[in-house]
């Protein structure tokens, strides 16, 4: 099946790369630019699609970012927060709509190209802090979808159930060079190991029991750290 792949170059959106490729997809995995401070994650898409030869479609989309004020990723003047997302703090992440922004314009390009199916990588973990991760956004979102054309798109979410640890046990089983993917929200040379999404990978590593390769900053915690402060999965 021809699919198009809202494609971050996150470790979540490669494992479902590679996940799809695994199952004999055609992919167009397609990166969109928002303006957002880790903008350096779409590098890492790019190469990550370069190596296995997948069609990477880039929409740039920069100039909406004043339009999604708000969110410490699209407001340079709001600090990324530290600590794991089921802190409050962490909602300052939540970009207004963004899921459905994307998967709008994975749509369009879907019916462009005549793919029958758009996938993201939205997984369990997400569910609490971001409402466009929740199945009843995407089940809403998937009839929008197959109503928006003579020709019908399906939404594929195949990881909505799975935990984080899970994705990363998919991913080592995949192969996925999950050093080469990018997570953390300050958009640094290196992971700051301390933002909320730095924190859910490095603990999605140690409960799936696979080697983390991600380079952290040197003043980063340790996981031990971590859990004395209730930072946790």
């Given at each position: 099946?021809?699919?198009?792949?809202?494609?971050?170059?996150?470790?979540?959106?490669?494992v479902?790369?590679?996940?799809?490729r695994?199952?004999?997809?055609?992919?167009?995995?397609?990166?969109?630019d928002?303006?957002?401070?880790?903008?350096c994650?779409?590098?890492?898409?790019a190469?990550?699609?370069?190596?296995?030869?997948?069609?990477?479609?880039?929409?740039?989309?920069?100039?909406?970012?004043p339009?999604?004020a708000?969110?410490?990723?699209?407001?340079p003047?709001?600090?990324?927060?530290?600590?794991?997302?089921?802190?409050?703090?962490?909602k300052?992440?939540?970009?207004?709509n963004?899921?459905?922004?994307?998967?709008?314009?994975?749509?369009g390009?879907?019916?462009?190209?005549?793919?029958?199916?758009?996938?993201?990588a939205?997984?369990?973990g997400?569910?609490?802090?971001?409402?466009?991760?929740?199945?009843?956004?995407?089940?809403?979102?998937?009839t929008?979808?197959?109503?928006?054309?003579w020709?019908?798109?399906?939404?594929?979410?195949?990881?909505?159930?799975w935990?984080?640890?899970?994705?990363?046990r998919?991913?080592?089983?995949?192969g996925?060079?999950?050093?080469?993917?990018?997570?953390?929200?300050?958009?640094?040379?290196?992971?700051?190991g301390?933002?909320?999404?730095?924190?859910?990978?490095?603990e999605?590593?140690?409960?799936a029991?696979?080697?983390d390769p991600?380079?952290?900053?040197?003043?980063?915690?340790?996981?031990?750290?971590?859990?004395?402060?209730?930072?946790?999965?």
């Amino acid at each position: 099946m021809k699919t198009v792949i809202v494609y971050s170059g996150g470790l979540d959106s490669t494992v479902l790369l590679y996940h799809l490729r695994d199952a004999g997809h055609e992919l167009h995995a397609l990166s969109i630019d928002y303006g957002q401070r880790h903008r350096c994650e779409l590098d890492r898409a790019a190469a990550i699609c370069a190596e296995l030869g997948i069609p990477q479609p880039m929409a740039d989309l920069s100039a909406i970012q004043p339009l999604l004020a708000g969110s410490s990723l699209t407001s340079p003047e709001i600090e990324v927060a530290e600590g794991h997302y089921t802190e409050e703090s962490m909602k300052s992440t939540v970009v207004p709509n963004r899921n459905m922004i994307f998967l709008a314009i994975a749509t369009g390009h879907a019916l462009s190209i005549k793919a029958g199916q758009i996938a993201y990588a939205a997984h369990s973990g997400d569910h609490a802090i971001y409402p466009d991760c929740r199945n009843e956004f995407a089940d809403a979102m998937a009839t929008a979808i197959e109503l928006a054309d003579w020709e019908q798109v399906k939404l594929s979410r195949p990881f909505v159930d799975w935990t984080k640890a899970d994705i990363v046990r998919r991913g080592a089983e995949l192969g996925v060079p999950f050093e080469k993917t990018w997570s953390c929200y300050k958009g640094g040379e290196v992971h700051c190991g301390r933002c909320g999404t730095c924190i859910e990978r490095r603990e999605a590593f140690d409960l799936a029991k696979v080697e983390d390769p991600t380079l952290y900053a040197d003043d980063a915690p340790k996981l031990e750290t971590l859990r004395a402060h209730s930072w946790r999965l």
